[in-house]
């Protein structure tokens, strides 16, 4: 694994503008947040623009949908900051303001150590893993695979 890293992208849908009362105290911890995952072990990566956080970057064509483009020492990492932080406060009450979606919504893949993953490749991965399902080169937390898994299964 050490010739490699997690590289995960996930999405959402706001259910109004980033700048509506709905979205307030999801917005105002955004900063705090992020930062407890820049500083957290394992953490390697973040898309972020010149303002620090990654919700101005256009998506997709519709400026509702946000994009989170992180890269992960390995998947245990990436697991306790989603789960074992404050972070997962805000990932139980992500109802609150965001739509319900039944596609994936995040996707994660292996990336050869030192490469940084653009908002393109990441969402070309998110496309491969709603048309395929879990695969080598896309998948979830329900099939996650090692990189040496990963490799010999392509």
């Known amino acids: ?3 490699y890293h997690l590289a995960q992208l996930n999405t959402a849908t706001a259910l109004a503008s980033l700048d509506s009362p709905v979205m307030q105290e999801f917005v105002d911890n955004l900063e705090r947040i992020n ?5 957290f072990p394992g953490f390697i990566w973040r898309m972020k623009d010149d303002t620090g956080n ?3 970057i256009p998506v997709y064509n519709d400026p509702d949908i946000i994009a989170n483009l992180t890269v992960w020492r390995d998947p245990e990492s990436l697991k306790s900051f989603l789960f074992k932080t404050e972070h ?3 990932l139980k009450r992500k109802k609150e303001w965001f739509k319900a979606v039944k596609e994936a919504t995040y996707v994660l893949w292996w990336i050869p ?5 653009t908002l393109s490749e990441a969402k070309d991965k998110l496309a491969y893993l ?3 399902g879990d695969t080598a080169s896309a998948f979830s937390f329900k099939k996650l695979l090692t990189p040496t898994q990963a490799m010999e299964a392509q």
Do not use: D, K
């Open 35 to 39: 930062s407890l995952g820049e500083s």
């Open 113 to 117: 150590q030192g490469h940084i993953p």
């Open 130 to 132: 709603r048309t395929y």
């Open 88 to 90: 997962a406060h805000f």
């Open 54 to 56: 990654a919700t101005g």
């Open 1 to 3: 694994m050490a010739n």
